[in-house]
């Protein structure tokens, strides 16, 4: 199911601590604006290494890194980017379809938790930039 989402979004997850530790909830729904289908996660990448470079014409994620700390650049549609520092286990960044994404600067102990509307489908990414602006241009997707 498509969400009626369409920006770049923090999304703040409840967090619950006593002394025995910290405990987040991530609830479909109610944090996450669609059906999540897939989940995966990243670490083990040095800080010199960058991940993703792609746009996806279908699927919407929303990204944690529940351990240590990485960034990711966003280059929408328009060409307007942000970079977010994803440094927190108790947030996460919303992003939509059809935004360029690079995953960058991750610290040893990161583990970049990702959340998917979509299983994977390797003929909806976009690993060309140019094609990226081309498709964006020609409102394809
Ligand atoms: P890749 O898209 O290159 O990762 P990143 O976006 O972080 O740069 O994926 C790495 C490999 O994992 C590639 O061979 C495809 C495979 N893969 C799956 O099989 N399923 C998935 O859900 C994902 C995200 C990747």
């Known amino acids: 199911m498509k969400s009626e989402t369409t920006e770049v979004t923090l ?4 967090e619950f601590g ?9 609830e479909e729904g109610q944090d996450i604006p669609f059906e999540i289908k897939r989940v995966f996660y990243i670490y083990g990448s040095d800080n ?12 919407e994620f929303v990204l944690i890194n529940v351990a240590g700390t990485s960034k990711v650049r966003i ?7 942000i970079v977010a520092n994803l440094n927190r286990p108790h947030s996460g960044i919303y992003l939509p379809a059809m ?5 960058y600067d991750f610290s040893p102990d ?22 990226f602006l081309k498709v964006c241009e020609n409102g394809e997707a």
């Open 11 to 14: 999304i703040q997850f409840k």
């Open 18 to 26: 006593d002394d025995r530790g910290r405990l987040v909830v991530v």
């Open 48 to 59: 010199n290494v960058v991940r993703g470079k792609h746009a996806n014409r279908r699927t």
């Open 75 to 81: 280059t929408d549609r328009a060409g307007n980017q």
């Open 99 to 103: 935004v360029w994404k690079e995953m």
């Open 110 to 131: 990161s583990v970049l938790l990702v959340l998917c509307s979509e299983h994977y489908d390797p003929n909806e990414y976009i690993r060309d930039y140019n094609e």
